[in-house]
Each structure stands twice: as structure tokens, then as C-alpha cells.
């Protein structure tokens, strides 16, 4: 007896008066425990989860963890949120019991108070009860992240009174039964990886109280009812990865509240509706993914709190407006991956530097030069196009840079950086590979001390590799395969910790000394293959290069004896040393 009495004194100190108080209904406690039943996993070791270890027979089910009562004792919410579901150091979840008769959790359908029921990681692998369609006081529904059987039950739009529906898990693949046509009272609607097939129920638009309607990642079809244009409270519209056809309804922009209106990832055609620049309050436009063509509203640039535009692989024509670049607070652009023609313009580079701009405007079709005034964007990408002309040295005040594939022509020669460039950090990554750039490697360039990756492959670049720029301080990546380098390698290499060095296809003469490769213990990739080098190996090159996979020096004028230390680079899985005048046998190699 006085075991007891502790026992229920430290009850009430762990759940408190409020719940404890009162005495939970008899009828509510066996419909718990029925619902609990098919949560016990067998053979038995498995720890039960934490919340229903709780949930005892004769003991008070209002004191039950995620249980909360009435004043009266009837349970009007569940929140069985598993913690080992999270993470399994905590032991094994529950699973259904497999040889568990009826339907897991109809008794819940017996819990006629019930206001809330959230239902979280507990590995509920059976279908959603239609019982729970009695459950007429139900405000809030969640299922997330279980692995549910079935189909959503048509049951569920008995509860006229619900608000809150979440059920982000696996289902069955099936539609969106239309009997929820009738719950009005909805404000949130979150349906995402559910397998919803069919199409979103016109009715949608009843729902006069939505504020949050996410259906992504789901396989809907069928078009995007205009009723949604009539939610005025809305401020979430998320339909991402899906198959939704048709146009985008232009009376979306008649939302007030709409901060999120994210469509991409569908099939969605025709073109963006310039009546989106009226909703006011829009800060993330994605539209990514889809069929959209013709032009890119200048409209869109009137969007005061406008962050993120994403219409990315889109059919997209005409040239980039300038007004997209007005919103004060735009951190992200991304315009890839559509036929847009025209220039760059210029007023990108006003926007303020202290937001980190990335622009992404890569594979299009943009002409004409850089603008000088890009210095201030944090991130550009504009690689496959057609744009031409010189590199603005203003450009190494970005972090990174990628005009990969278009058609500029040189690199100022210049010894310094500008005198007035953006303070802060410095470039560090520079990729303009593909391009037809001349004239020998800028001096500049050995001013960048924060870049860790340089690509200028596949040039016309002359003169000597200077060893000023293979010695930059953080310098892990460089890439002048392909251009038309000539004279000796440099005395000394790499001053950080190089990875990639790729100088294949140029006419780089001279040996490979000792010194150069002393300090490429962390390089990966070494390729100068087809150059003109000469003369025998450094006879300790198995101890320079201890971390090294691929070895390429094919095509050159290497001669003498293949040094035994290579046999020591316990990492080469390719070495090629064809195509040079070594003589005698190749060490092997225990990798290769
Ligand atoms: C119990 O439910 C009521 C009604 O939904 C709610 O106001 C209260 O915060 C809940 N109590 C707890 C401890 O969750
Ligand atoms: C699983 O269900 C069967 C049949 O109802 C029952 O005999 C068995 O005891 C249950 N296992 C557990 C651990 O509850
Ligand atoms: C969910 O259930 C399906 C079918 O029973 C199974 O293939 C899948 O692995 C389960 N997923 C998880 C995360 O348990
Ligand atoms: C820019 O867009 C292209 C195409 O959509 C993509 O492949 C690339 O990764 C993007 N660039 C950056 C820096 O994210
Ligand atoms: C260097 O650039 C060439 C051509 O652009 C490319 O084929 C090669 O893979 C690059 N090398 C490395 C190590 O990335
Ligand atoms: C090594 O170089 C030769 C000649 O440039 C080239 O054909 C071959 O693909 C290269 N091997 C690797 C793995 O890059
Ligand atoms: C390989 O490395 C070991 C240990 O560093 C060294 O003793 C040995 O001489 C090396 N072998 C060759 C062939 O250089």
C-alpha cells in the first residue's frame, strides 16, 4: 500500500495537478488500451515505445503520457509522438502485431471528446480507421512520418469541425476523397509524399479559412482549380513534384497573404500570369521545373518582399527583365535552363552586396558582355550562353564565379585588383572553361588568396603555368588541360593542400623535378598527359605522392627507368606511362 502511494505521488509530480486530478473514463482508458495492443512488438525484448510504456492497465489513463483530459475525465487529446521512431539507439519501435485481430485503432472512433489527435513516428503500418470519422469534436489531425496502409478514408470528411491536416507519409495511392469538400473549417492542409492521385477537388475553394495548403510530392493531375484564387487568407500554396497541367490561374495573385507559392517540378504551360506581381506579400516565387513559356513578366519586379525567384527549366523566351533586379530584399535568382536571349543587365550589380545574391541565368541564350558592375553578386552563374568580350576584373570580389562555355575572349593583363572593389572576401571558386580566351595567365590571378578552385581549361591561354599561381595559399583545384601552355613546369607547386591538378594537352617541356612534387602529398589527380616534359622521374616520387589515385603522363618524352618507389604509392588505382621512352620493366603496382 505505501508503494502504491509513492507510486501515485510521483505520478502526480510528473504529469501535474491538472491532468492528474481528474479520473479518466473508464470507456476512454479500454479504448486506449485496445489502440495500444497493436503496438506491442513480439517476441517481447524489444523495448515498447517510451510514450505507451506508460499506458497501463487500472492506472489513471489521463496521467498517460500524450494523454490529456477533460475536466470531466474524457480524453479529448493524443499526441503519441515516439522518440525511438527518431532514433534507434532507443530501441526498436513498436510495430502493429502482426497477428492483431480488426482494425488498428478503431477504438480511438470511440473517444467521442476527442479535439486533437497527433499521432507522430510510432511505425503505424496499417490503415487510417474509418472509425475516426465519428470523432465529430476533431480539430487537429496528425500522421506524420508513419508508413500507413490504405487510401485516406472518404470517412474523414465527417469531421466538420477539423482544422488541422497533416498526413505526411506513405499511403496507398489514391485520390482526395471528395466528401472533404465539406470541411470548411480547414486552415492548414499538409499532404505531402502521400501518393495522391486524381485531381485537386475544384471545391478547394470553399475552404474559405486555408492558410496553408502543401500537396508536393504527390502524383496529382489534372489542373490547378482557380477556386484557390478565391483563399484569401492563404499564405503557403505549395504543389511541388507532381503532374499538374494547364496554366498557372492569374487570380492566385489576387492572395493578400501569399508568402509561398511554390509550383515547381510539374508540367505546368503557358505563360507566368503578370497578375502575380499583385500578391503583395509574395516572398517565395518557384516555379521551377515546368513547361512555362513566352516571356518572364517585368511585373514580377514590383514585388516589394520578393526573396527567392526560381523558373528554372522552363520554355522561357524574350530577354531578362530589368525590373527583376528592384526588390530590396532578393537573395536568389535562378533563371537556368531556358531560351532567354538578350543581355545581362546591368542592374543586377546594384543590388546589395550584404544580401549574398546568387544569380543563376546558365544555359540560355544571353549575348553581349558582362556588366563591370557585378562585383557585389556572391554567387553567378551564367555558363552556356553566348556571352562575350573580356572578364571583368570587378569579378573576383564574388565568391563564385562560373562562365563556363561562352565565348570570352581575354583576362585583363592587369598586376593589381581594382582599387575600389567590394570589401570583404574574395573570390573562391573561378571556372571559365570553354571560353576563347588568349594571351598568357594574368598576374592578377596570383592575388586571389582565398581561391581554392580555378578552371580555365579548354582556351587558348599561352606562356608559362607561373609558379605564383600554383603556390596560391588556398588553391586545391586547377585546371588548364587543353590550352596552349608551353615552357618548364615551375620549380615548386602547390602551397595548399592540392587535389586536382589537370594540365593535359598543352606543350609544357622541361622535367618533372623533385621540388615540384615535394609538396603534393594530399593530391588526388595528376594529369599531364600530352605535353612535351622530358627526362627520367624524380627517383623519389613514391614518396612525394602518397595520396594519389590517378597518374597520367601519357603522350610526353619521359625517358629512363620507371623509379621502383612508385610501387610505394599504395593508393594508384590508374597509372598511365605510355607513349614516353621509359625503358625496362614498370615496378608493380599492389593497387593496380
Ligand atoms: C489539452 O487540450 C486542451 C484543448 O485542446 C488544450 O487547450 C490544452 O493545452 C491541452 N493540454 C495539454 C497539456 O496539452
Ligand atoms: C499479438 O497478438 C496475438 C493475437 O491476438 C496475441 O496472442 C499475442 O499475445 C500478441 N502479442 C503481444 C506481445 O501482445
Ligand atoms: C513502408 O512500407 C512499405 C510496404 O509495406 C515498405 O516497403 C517500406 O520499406 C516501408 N518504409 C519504411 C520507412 O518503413
Ligand atoms: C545553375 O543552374 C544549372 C542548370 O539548372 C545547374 O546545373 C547549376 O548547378 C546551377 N548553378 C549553381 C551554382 O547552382
Ligand atoms: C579539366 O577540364 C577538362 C576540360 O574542361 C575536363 O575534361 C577534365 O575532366 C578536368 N579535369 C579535372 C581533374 O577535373
Ligand atoms: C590519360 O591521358 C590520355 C591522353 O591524354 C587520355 O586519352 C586518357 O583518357 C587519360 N586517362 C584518364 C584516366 O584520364
Ligand atoms: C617504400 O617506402 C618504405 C617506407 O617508407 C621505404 O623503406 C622503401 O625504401 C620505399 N621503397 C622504395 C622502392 O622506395
Known amino acids: ?54 499506458w497501463l492497465p487500472g492506472t489513471n489513463c489521463c496521467s498517460w503520457r500524450g494523454v490529456n483530459c477533460t475536466s470531466t475525465g474524457r480524453v479529448q487529446g493524443l499526441a503519441v509522438q515516439s522518440a525511438s521512431g527518431q532514433d534507434p539507439s532507443r ?17 480511438l472512433g470511440r473517444l467521442s471528446e476527442l479535439d486533437y489527435l497527433i499521432m507522430t513516428q510510432i511505425r503505424w503500418n496499417a490503415p487510417i480507421p474509418k472509425e475516426l470519422g465519428q470523432l465529430s469534436k476533431l480539430r487537429e489531425v496528425n500522421f506524420g512520418e508513419n508508413n500507413l496502409t490504405g487510401t485516406l478514408p472518404a470517412e474523414l470528411g465527417k469531421l466538420l469541425k477539423l482544422e488541422k491536416l497533416e498526413i505526411s507519409t506513405n499511403l496507398q495511392p489514391g485520390p482526395i476523397p471528395s466528401s472533404f469538400c465539406r470541411l470548411t473549417r480547414l486552415t492548414t492542409v499538409r499532404l505531402t509524399s502521400t501518393r495522391l492521385t486524381g485531381s485537386i477537388p475544384p471545391c478547394i475553394g470553399r475552404w474559405s479559412r486555408l492558410v496553408g495548403l502543401i500537396l ?24 511541388t513534384s507532381n503532374q499538374l497541367t494547364g496554366t498557372i490561374p492569374a487570380n492566385l495573385g489576387n492572395l493578400p497573404s501569399l508568402e509561398s507559392l511554390e509550383l515547381e517540378s510539374n508540367q505546368l504551360s503557358g505563360a507566368i500570369p503578370p497578375q502575380l506581381s499583385r500578391a503583395r506579400s509574395l516572398q517565395f516565387l518557384r516555379l521551377g521545373s515546368n513547361r512555362l513559356s513566352k516571356s518572364i513578366p517585368a511585373s514580377l519586379g514590383s514585388l516589394a518582399l520578393i526573396r527567392t525567384i526560381d523558373l528554372r527549366e522552363n520554355e522561357l523566351t524574350g530577354s531578362i527583365p530589368r525590373e527583376l533586379a528592384a526588390p530590396s530584399n532578393l537573395y536568389s535568382m535562378d533563371l537556368s535552363a531556358n531560351q532567354l536571349t538578350g543581355g545581362l543587365p546591368a542592374a543586377f550589380g546594384q543590388i546589395d552586396a550584404a544580401l549574398d545574391f546568387s544569380l543563376n541565368v546558365s544555359h540560355n541564350k544571353l ?43 581575354s583576362l585583363p593583363q592587369a598586376t593589381s585588383l581594382p582599387q575600389n572593389l567590394n570589401p570583404g572576401p574574395r573570390i573562391f571558386e573561378l571556372r571559365l572553361d570553354g571560353n576563347r580566351i588568349t594571351g598568357p595567365l594574368p598576374p592578377w590571378l596570383s592575388l586571389l588568396p582565398e581561391i581554392f578552385k580555378l578552371d580555365i581549361s579548354r582556351n587558348m591561354i599561352t606562356g608559362p603555368v607561373p609558379a605564383s599561381v600554383l603556390g596560391l595559399p588556398s588553391l586545391q583545384d586547377l585546371n588548364l588541360s587543353n590550352n596552349k601552355l608551353d615552357g618548364p613546369l615551375p620549380t615548386q607547386s602547390f602551397r595548399g593542400s592540392a587535389r586536382f591538378l589537370d594540365l593535359h594537352r598543352n606543350r609544357i617541356s622541361g622535367p618533372i623535378t623533385s621540388s615540384f612534387l615535394a609538396n603534393l602529398g594530399t593530391i588526388i589527380e595528376l594529369d599531364f598527359s600530352r605535353n612535351a616534359l622530358s627526362g627520367p622521374l624524380p627517383a623519389d616520387i613514391g614518396s612525394y605522392l602518397f595520396g594519389i589515385n590517378s597518374l597520367n603522363l601519357s603522350y610526353n618524352k619521359l625517358d629512363g627507368k620507371v623509379p621502383a618507389s612508385i610501387s610505394n604509392l599504395t593508393d594508384l588505382s590508374y597509372l598511365n606511362l605510355a607513349y614516353n621512352k621509359f625503358t625496362g620493366p614498370v615496378p608493380s603496382i599492389p593497387s593496380i
Do not use: H, W
Not at 22 to 42: M, W
Not at 232 to 237: E, G, I, N, R
Not at 367 to 388: E, H, T
Open 1 to 54: 500500500m505505501a508503494v502504491l502511494t509513492i507510486g501515485i505521488l510521483v505520478l502526480l509530480a510528473a504529469f501535474g495537478p491538472a491532468s492528474a486530478q481528474v479520473q479518466c473514463n473508464g470507456g476512454d482508458r479500454d479504448a486506449l488500451l485496445e489502440f495500444k495492443a497493436a503496438f506491442i512488438d513480439v517476441p517481447s525484448p524489444r523495448v515498447p515505445d517510451a510514450d505507451f510504456q506508460t
Open 91 to 107: 530501441g526498436t519501435p513498436p510495430f502493429r502485431n502482426s497477428s492483431y485481430r480488426g482494425v488498428v485503432g478503431a477504438s
Open 216 to 239: 508536393s510530392y504527390n502524383s496529382l493531375t489534372g489542373s490547378i482549380p482557380p477556386g484557390l484564387g478565391q483563399t484569401t487568407t492563404l499564405v503557403t500554396l505549395s504543389l
Open 367 to 409: 549575348v553581349g558582355p558582362i556588366p563591370q558592375n557585378f562585383g557585389g553578386i556572391f554567387q553567378l552563374d551564367a555558363s552556356s550562353n553566348y556571352l562575350s568580350g573580356a572578364f571583368p576584373l570587378s569579378l573576383v570580389s564574388c565568391r563564385d564565379v562560373r562562365l563556363s562555355n561562352n565565348g570570352l575572349s
